[in-house]
């Protein structure tokens, strides 16, 4: 089994920086496939970025594209997100996910989920 807890989130202005931190138990990260996922009020939970575990490609939204950076650090058994000119549109509850398989985009293909953390941009 796989515990993941985000942490990180807070408020922030428009253009503003956070870096999000995924703390991995039970199973190390270098065998898992992490991505990041996010809800917004009223809306369905949407991908954003993801790792994969072979090699370290990365995936991003298009809508993040160029913003934000995922990373992973083995020995902390630790994925990031690293958000840069933040927009009040990323305003969301960020997740973090793990699978055991190869690394995707979809959603529904993730074992394991965080928590979440509140990232709210103001304008």
């Known amino acids: 089994q796989v515990q993941l807890v985000e942490s990180g989130g807070g408020l922030v202005q428009a253009g503003g920086s956070l870096r999000l931190s995924c703390a991995a138990s039970g199973r190390s990260i270098s065998s898992l496939s992490m991505g990041w996922f996010r809800q917004a009020p009223g809306k369905e939970r949407e991908f954003v970025a993801a790792?994969?575990?072979?090699?370290?490609?990365?995936y991003y939204a298009d809508s993040v594209k160029g913003r934000f950076t995922i990373s992973r650090d083995n020995a902390k058994n630790t994925v990031y997100l690293q958000m840069n000119s933040l927009k009040p549109e990323d305003t969301a509850v960020y997740y973090c996910?793990?699978?055991?398989?190869?690394?995707?985009?979809?959603?529904?293909?993730?074992?394991?989920w965080g928590q979440g953390t509140q990232v709210t941009v103001s304008s």
């Open positions: 790792i994969s575990r072979s090699d370290g490609t990365m």
């Open positions: 996910a793990a699978r055991t398989w190869i690394v995707t985009t979809a959603l529904a293909a993730y074992d394991y």
